[in-house]
């Protein structure tokens, strides 16, 4: 293997690579040759005696003779092989836009550089080991064990149990059970009528229908789309403000993007639509076409637009004054790199960030196969011709309706101009008349001296006069704010400035706009992208063309289909996305499947979710994980009477809490599970289920929805947040505060202070898996913060209001989606009695209040609203 | 189970409060299991080798303060003063005109003769504590940016800071108080806010907490409106007899225990974190020592003076801030860093003479320093602009060998140019004398290594370092 050889090459090809126009050997045809060719007749062998390496090997031919004569297509054998899928003899060939490229340089008469040969280093061949990697293989269903278990997912987990002498564990409590799934496809505690209505089901049903219904309510809910959407929008990395620099621009229609990944869920948009929309909306639907041609956008047009939104929430370092600092596009790189990093994290779950610096270590991803896929990109983020991010927006509107608002917006000018005319006039009288009375307060002995100074060149006042000047200003002629000031204070000069600023207002206001649509989209033009070693933009190597990691490139093909050249876009994400989407793909199901069973068992099958690689873990069921993947992508029609949607996720997820794997208890039975403690102490083989503590979110939702207070408006622009003068960043405590926090603002400098505590991830490109600390300021928050407080109140008024009996009990029901014990009861009693006693001699009539507010602040603080079983 | 039970469990966490470690002292979920949701927690670690230094002070100088009036004399500027700056070191950005003499004189000062100018007039006292480095560089001339690779040790946004990586590394030894501590001005928090502090990717178990100078030290320590007597006592007894009994019926789930102890926890900070911060309990001299007895130094003075009862309570990173960037002196440069030193000067030598005369200077690493220096040529009449191509910081404590200086930049403080020494190379070297090895603190994400250095591969400022 060759992964580490020399790099020497690279700095004798990118010189001419950079500044060549046209075709050349080794801009154009070396790296087809070098990634599709030099396995046989490269540097280990020349089949055939035939060496491409360079120019003058190929004019040089092989054992049969020449293969190439330029300008000749029909004397060049050397096409002949290549047109006709003969050469190279393995699975990959050529792409048609490869095969265009070497036919064009033939006919132009092979022009370049008859030395030069490729560079080794950057550039490893993928061997058929490397291929061989489980990650890389396209899945195949396996078949299902055989097993009394009837659950395909049973089976197969039964089936790992099985040869160690365990098994699954028993079903959970109903109860158990409700609020495990309520939280795990809603965010959100079940409400008291759900509980009724579940038990009602059990007692009528069978517990199995009953568990069913709710699990089919739970996924047509609308609070699925919340909690799921914010599974999705951790791993695009999104945020509502630029980031980066202390300004932290707040991104004015980045919610747009939110709300489609929330409808998404929501519609049970199949994910491989969901996925090409996000990379590829704008040239899935030919938007340069529809703008052009059609009379308004549609409404799928603008959905698939606004679904580019991913690819927009890399940060953005940009800033005016930039155009200053020495290789400022080195810093615009910093957003196509993580643009680069969010996608392969997230669809394909796979690190690709070591091999912009060098060829990864572990795993075959070459040097180039980097900045091949940087290229699919770079035709809309061009560090070289850079666009600010604040600059780059679509407006929902075609062309015809631009023209339209044009001439529209032209006329209600041509009417301001006047008014604008007449408010600088204003102004100027009686900036004049402030000069004017201010210069008649002067003793008359210097008047004129100040009046000629003030009139005078300021290039060429004496020194006399400049003092005049200096002194006078402020007075006189003084700046802006200060004179706008005076201007204020004049009663005349308001009345009238306020008539014109009217009419103008008004005028302006009929200006016909367009919302905003924050979309990823190509830039004119041909986008180059070279090789950069180490990474350094100052050090640009040779010139690669679109592709994807040629690890992955067997199973199907990527293909950029040939484009006019006025085209506007270039069609590179929509081919990417394609193959991204085929099901032959090997990660993008595998990943896919792998994150629902992360988020429904606390651990994935691949417990490194972001990592499927070499250095991830392997799969703790990899014929689970392969069965569910093509499950997913492939549905076959075995269990369902029709083929069912392929990419149906709400389905996949339907399936998988509905096993009993699901549906076991998580507690540890010391008397049942000794043995399978023993055999495998990590529970890699689910011989239970796993305990999970709430994330930040579902923590702050339910304490919302507990205490009566969520709001449950959906969609919108975000809840702008709070700070406070200690540095607490809060939601207003209001109404719209108190919306599912998915729907609050996401500040990279300024998170929220609650959910950052709780682990909600300081967005720097995105997050693939949560941590879980614990850290002493939860406990002083949940404690002691004002908004704690507040919820604890409400809560209490909530269950005095509600159940005036049992206000206790009815807490803990709401709280632990449960009864209490006849423990609890007395607990409750004894601590509400002496709590009131104590509140009684400071707060006599808030006395009871208060001590069922104290109730309800643990209840919520404590371990058993914080975890589900 | 009564309500007459709860004593029982009172006693327990009496007794973890003992211990001193009612964190520390229970097992947490297994950590070397890589395929569980990592947990964290800070307990003391093990260095990887012996430490010189048991705890870093970092005395951050916002807006970048001008080594060419502090710390790096150049008679070449007073020589050439308004005239254009020599070809092989202009400003290849043109940003600024020509060169500016310094207002302020150099003297040597100690035994060592190391050079200070004379806008500092105490901290030169302890001249042979202190080793300058006057080969920094940088490599970005914005604020934030540099403030970025000064913390995270990369100019970009979102990484752990130092501080961070020190409690990540090592824990602490106080499980009543935080492991990382910062200390802003009660004014305003510095530019960039509480990312100068963030533990980036690493949960927020690292990151820096503030603690305030006035009012509640720390946020939510206390209610807002404060309770009853008796009644907190109350609802704690009933929370712990919630989890108690919640985790009676769970065994095995450790986590439960680390989440218990952390009320416990919090509950100790609560007495511990005031009496940290409790500057009532020191001597009017000591008071005196630090400024607090003036106006103009009172506010820092205040601060320096928490960060040495926190370090002596076995705080691992302490952090002062100022307001803003009091440092950027982009029209004023002499008035601009008059005043800085002015409310600084003092209170940094008082906390230097303090921390050696209670032994905990050799133990205790003073970082001293900006994010980047100042333009040798001028901008405006007496103004500097940001400059990252050379400037210094000072290090003393913590078993630096003080009275050098480290590296030198051009005869016009333009560019580093002997013993040039990277954001990484001053890193490296502040982990070393923790005890760690900048190459093994790595943090898994995303199936790479993350370090502080990244991929520089750094040198140890050996001199310094004895």
């Known amino acids: 293997m060759m992964r580490f050889a020399s790099t020497s090459l690279v700095a004798f090809l990118c010189v001419g690579a950079l500044h060549a126009q046209e075709l050349s050997f080794e801009k154009s045809v070396l790296p087809i040759f070098q990634a599709k060719c030099f396995n046989c007749h490269g540097e280990k062998r020349q089949r055939g005696g035939l060496d491409v390496r360079n120019k003058a090997a190929i004019l040089k031919g092989g054992e049969s003779g020449a293969v190439l004569k330029p300008s000749s297509l029909k004397d060049s054998i050397l096409w002949e092989k290549i047109r006709t899928d003969e050469m190279p003899e393995g699975q990959v060939k050529l792409t048609a836009a490869e095969k265009d490229v070497i036919r064009r340089w033939i006919e132009v008469g092979a022009p370049g550089d008859d030395k030069a040969i490729a560079p080794r280093g950057p550039d490893l061949t993928i061997t058929d080991d490397d291929r061989k990697f489980w990650a890389f293989q396209t899945p195949v269903r396996p078949k299902t064990p055989a097993s009394k278990l009837s659950h395909p997912i049973d089976a197969f987990v039964g089936a790992a149990l099985d040869p160690k002498g365990l098994t699954l564990s028993i079903e959970a409590a109903p109860l158990v059970l409700l609020r495990r799934v309520t939280f795990d496809l809603t965010g959100l505690p079940p409400t008291p009528a759900e509980i009724d209505a579940f038990l009602k089901d059990c007692a009528s049903a069978t517990p199995q229908a009953a568990y069913e219904k709710v699990v089919d309510r739970l996924l047509a809910s609308p609070r699925y789309g919340e909690r799921w959407g914010r599974h999705w929008l951790d791993l695009a990395g999104y945020a509502d403000s630029e980031g980066i620099l202390d300004a932290d621009y707040v991104r004015s229609a980045a919610w747009r993007y939110r709300d489609y990944v929330i409808r998404a869920f929501n519609d049970d948009k199949p994910y491989d639509k969901f996925l090409q929309e996000q990379i590829a909306g704008d040239e899935l639907v030919d938007y340069w076409s529809v703008h052009q041609n059609a009379k308004e956008l549609p409404a799928h047009v603008v959905d698939a637009l606004i679904a580019t939104g991913y690819l927009r929430c890399a940060s953005d370092t940009s800033r005016p004054d930039f155009v200053n600092i020495k290789n400022a596009p080195g810093y615009y790189f910093q957003t196509l790199d993580d643009t680069l990093k969010i996608v392969a994290s997230s669809t394909m779950g796979l690190t690709l960030q070591c091999a912009k610096c060098h060829t990864h270590k572990y795993d075959p991803i070459p040097h180039t196969d980097y900045y091949r896929m940087q290229a699919i990109f770079m035709s809309g983020y061009r560090p070289g011709q850079w666009v600010p991010q604040v600059q780059r927006k679509l407006s929902e509107s075609t062309a015809a309706q631009e023209k339209d608002a044009k001439e529209r917006t032209a006329k209600i000018d041509a009417s301001l101009a006047p008014l604008k005319k007449q408010l600088a006039e204003l102004t100027n009288e009686f900036t004049t008349k402030i000069y004017e009375d201010g210069l008649a307060k002067l003793p008359q002995e210097t008047r004129d001296a100040v009046r000629a100074a003030f009139a005078a060149d300021s290039k060429k006042r004496t020194a006399e006069q400049k003092q005049l000047v200096d002194k006078h200003q402020a007075e006189l002629k003084p700046a802006g704010p200060i004179i706008a000031k005076k201007l204020e204070a004049d009663a005349a000069y308001k009345v009238k400035q306020q008539k014109i600023a009217e009419e103008i207002k008004s005028l302006e206001n009929k200006k016909p706009t367009f919302p905003e649509i924050r979309a990823f989209y190509d830039l004119p033009g041909e986008a180059k992208t070279h090789l950069l070693k180490r990474g350094e933009y100052t050090q640009p190597g040779l010139e690669v063309t679109p592709g994807v990691l040629r690890v992955l490139a067997n199973h199907n093909a990527f293909d950029v289909p040939a484009r006019p050249k006025d085209a506007k876009s270039s069609g590179r994400r929509l081919a990417f996305a394609k193959w991204l989407t085929s099901p032959e793909h090997p990660l993008t199901a595998r990943v896919m499947v792998n994150r629902l069973w992360h988020h429904h068992f606390g651990v994935g099958l691949v417990a490194t979710p972001d990592n499927f690689g070499k250095t991830g873990t392997p799969p703790s069921h990899p014929e689970l994980l392969d069965w569910l993947a093509c499950e997913f992508c492939k549905p076959t029609a075995s269990r369902e009477r029709q083929r069912p949607e392929p990419w149906n996720v709400k389905r996949m997820q339907r399936l998988i809490v509905t096993s009993a794997a699901y549906k076991q208890i998580s507690t540890f039975q010391p008397a049942v599970h000794a043995n399978a403690k023993r055999i495998d102490p990590d529970n890699r083989l689910l011989w239970r289920q796993r305990m999970r503590r709430l994330e930040g979110e579902a923590m702050r939702d339910a304490v919302l929805a507990v205490s009566g207070t969520l709001n449950p408006q959906m969609y919108g622009p975000p809840v702008p947040m709070v700070r406070s003068g200690d540095g607490e960043v809060n939601a207003p405590n209001d109404a719209n505060g108190n919306r599912r926090s998915v729907y609050l603002q996401v500040r990279r400098s300024q998170p929220l202070t609650f959910l950052q505590l709780f682990d909600q991830p300081v967005i720097e490109t995105n997050c693939t898996r949560r941590e879980i600390s614990t850290v002493a300021s939860q406990a002083l928050t949940l404690l002691n913060s004002d908004f704690m407080t507040k919820k604890a109140d409400a809560f209490a008024e909530r269950v005095l209001k509600e159940n005036a009996k049992e206000p206790a009990s009815h807490a803990l029901r709401l709280a632990f989606a449960r009864a209490p014990t006849d423990a609890e009861s007395r607990l409750f009693a004894r601590f509400l009695e002496q709590q009131e006693q104590r509140h009684a001699k400071t707060q006599a009539a808030e006395a009871r209040r208060r001590a069922m507010a104290d109730l309800c602040h643990m209840l919520l603080s404590s371990n058993e609203f914080a975890y589900v079983d | ?466």
């Not at chain 2, 100078?213 to 919630?242: K, W």
Request: hydrophobic letters at 35%; proline letters at 6%; aromatic letters at 8%.
């Open chain 2, 1 to 466: 189970m009564g309500y007459e039970m709860l004593n029982k469990h009172l006693t327990r966490r009496e007794v973890l409060s003992t211990l001193g470690g009612g964190f520390g002292g229970l097992a947490l979920a297994s950590m070397l299991d890589a395929d569980a949701p990592r947990t964290h927690d800070l307990r003391p670690k093990q260095p990887h080798f012996a430490p010189k230094a048991r705890a870093v002070i970092q005395l951050f100088m916002h807006g970048g303060p001008s080594h060419l009036d502090l710390l790096d004399p150049k008679p070449m500027l007073d020589r050439y003063d308004g005239q254009a700056p020599p070809a092989e070191v202009a400003d290849d950005e043109r940003l600024t005109g020509n060169l500016l003499k310094s207002a302020f004189r150099f003297r040597k000062h100690g035994q060592s003769g190391l050079e200070f100018s004379e806008a500092f007039t105490h901290i030169p006292r302890h001249a042979d504590k202190i080793a300058v480095i006057r080969s920094m560089f940088t490599e970005h001339r914005n604020h934030e940016q540099a403030l970025w690779m000064m913390h995270t040790g990369m100019v970009v946004a979102g990484r752990p800071s130092i501080g961070a990586w020190a409690a990540y590394g090592l824990g602490t030894e106080n499980q009543n108080l935080p492991a990382y501590v910062v200390l802003p001005d009660p004014r305003g928090l510095p530019v960039d806010g509480i990312r100068n502090w963030s533990s980036g990717w690493m949960p927020p178990l690292y990151q820096g907490m503030q603690f305030r100078s006035e009012g509640m030290p720390v946020l939510n320590l206390q209610p807002r409106t404060p309770r009853p007597q008796g009644v907190d006592a109350n609802r704690m007894r009933l929370l712990e007899e919630l989890n108690h009994q919640h985790r009676s019926s769970r065994p095995d789930e450790l986590e439960l225990d680390a989440r218990i102890a952390n009320f416990e926890m919090a509950a100790r900070m609560q007495l511990s974190a005031g009496d940290a911060l409790d500057i009532n309990q020191e001597t009017p001299a000591t008071h005196r020592l630090y400024g607090l007895d003036n106006p103009t130094t009172r506010a820092y003075g205040t601060r320096c003076l928490m960060a040495r009862r926190l370090v002596e309570r076995g705080v691992r990173f302490v952090q002062l801030f100022m307001s803003g960037q009091p440092w950027d002196t982009h029209g004023n440069n002499t008035a601009g860093t008059k005043s800085c030193c002015d409310q600084t000067d003092l209170p940094v030598a008082g906390l230097l003479t303090d921390l050696a005369q209670r032994g905990l200077l050799d133990s205790t690493l003073i970082f001293w320093g900006g994010e980047f220096g100042r333009t040798p040529g001028a901008q405006n009449r007496d103004g500097r602009d940001h400059h990252p191509y050379g400037f210094s910081v000072w290090l003393a404590g913590g078993g630096i060998v003080g009275g050098q200086h480290h590296g030198a930049t051009d005869d016009f403080g333009y560019h580093a140019r002997v013993e040039r020494t990277s954001v990484a190379d001053l890193h490296a070297t502040m982990l070393h004398q923790l005890g760690l090895d900048y190459s093994r603190l790595a943090y898994q994400r995303h199936g790479r290594d993350e370090r502080l250095t990244d991929v520089a591969q750094p040198r140890l400022l050996r001199r310094l370092i004895g």
